[in-house]
């Protein structure tokens, strides 16, 4: 397995509709390089607006550092309208484009629009099924992973929605982000559940000990999984954040 660093934590405005990048990712990955991780998972606003040059300077600067680009995260809405969809899609071709230059692992998905499992329309459902597997389908040929993100107000919010989603969307190239904190007692069972659908692990909760990060990379070896945990820091003090993580988490992983 391998480590890496979740760049939305050196955002501050991280969710408001006037977000933009507030330290360039050149300044991040260098930091965590240092910190000892392999990998950097960025989050689109530091992509998304790269020109073409700063796409190249950032694929040369990565290989420099020893780091992969782990996954580019952004926040669709398939879910909410096909105007939703259909700008979610525009969206995501784009970012397509980016992970191809950045030789990114792959494209965290948010099915999105504040809406959970139990609330959503047959017909909501049916328009994220659609939608997925067109992105699927388009990137068949690539080496890129869509991965669903296990988090709360979208359509996989709990193990059994996951797997259902899962089971509709019927994609090789689509997998899930496990994400331990967000499946309450059973996370540890869930790694089983979802075996070698998990594409991409976020790890929350390695400095406060509210996880057992010995016990999930003991199962995810188990499965055979040798991707990323990608640390997910949502607060202030990102940098401190990101070098105390390192050193437990490489310990769990038993490196």
Not at 78 to 94: G, I, M, Q, T
């Amino acid at each position: 397995m391998k480590l890496s660093f979740c760049t939305i934590a050196f955002q501050k405005n991280k969710w408001g509709a006037d977000r933009r990048a507030e330290k360039p990712l050149r300044e991040i990955l260098p930091l965590l390089a240092g910190f000892g991780y392999d990998g950097a998972e960025s989050l689109d606003l530091h992509v998304r607006e790269l020109s073409a040059g700063e796409l190249a300077e950032t694929r040369r600067q990565l290989a420099a550092l020893g780091l992969r680009a782990a996954m580019i995260s952004p926040y669709f809405d398939f879910a909410s309208s096909n105007e939703r969809a259909d700008h979610s899609l525009l969206e995501a071709r784009r970012l397509r484009s980016i992970a191809r230059e950045l030789n990114a692992a792959g494209i965290r998905i948010f099915t999105g629009g504040n809406i959970g499992s139990a609330a959503a329309t047959p017909e909501q459902w049916q328009r994220v099924v659609r939608s997925v597997q067109m992105l699927a389908d388009e990137s068949a040929s690539e080496p890129l992973n869509w991965a669903l993100e296990i988090h709360p107000r979208n359509l996989m919010d709990n193990l059994e929605s996951t797997l259902r989603l899962l089971a509709d969307i019927q994609r090789p190239n689509v997998g899930v982000i496990y994400h331990p904190s967000n499946l309450g007692p059973g996370y540890l069972d869930a790694i089983e559940a979802l075996g070698s659908h998990i594409r991409h692990v976020h790890a929350t909760g390695i400095l406060d000990g509210t996880l057992d990060y010995r016990q999930i990379c003991a199962r995810l070896r188990g499965i055979g999984y040798n991707g990323f945990l990608s640390v997910e820091w949502l607060r202030d003090n990102a940098a401190d954040t990101a070098r105390q993580s390192a050193p437990v988490l490489r310990a769990a992983m038993g490196k």
